[in-house]
């Protein structure tokens, strides 16, 4: 899995390629982790190029969700499809956080 993060306008987009899986959600939590503590009020999750997501990376992104919430900040997940959408909606994150189609629509969703 290969986790890059930019800055887009104020909002941290964190891409994230590969398997999201119990061997690589660490990498995606410590990730997370530095920018909540560093002071993101807003995280996007970009999962557009994620092959596989697992019950680990779900709660990845839950928990940090989660972070989110509890200082006032606002955590999106963007672009997925195929299997992860699936993933993402029998799980019910869609009903928790935003999951919006592009990253264009997350950004404005601020």
């Known amino acids: 899995m290969n986790v890059t993060t930019r800055d887009i306008d104020g909002t941290s987009v964190v891409r994230v ?7 690589t959600a660490p990498s995606l939590e410590a990730t997370c982790s530095e920018l909540i503590a560093s002071g993101a009020t807003r995280i996007v999750i970009e999962v557009a ?3 596989y997501l697992s019950s680990a990376g ?6 940090s969700a989660k972070r989110m919430q509890a200082g006032g900040g606002r955590l999106t997940v963007c672009g997925a499809q195929g299997i992860v959408l699936e993933t ?3 799980s019910g994150i869609p009903e928790i956080i ?5 990253l264009d629509d997350a950004l404005d969703e601020a």
């Open 58 to 63: 779900i709660r990845v992104v839950l928990a």
């Open 49 to 51: 190029q994620l092959e």
């Open 88 to 90: 993402l909606q029998l």
């Open 98 to 102: 935003p999951v919006c189609p592009t």
């Open 17 to 23: 390629q590969g398997r999201l899986d119990t061997a």
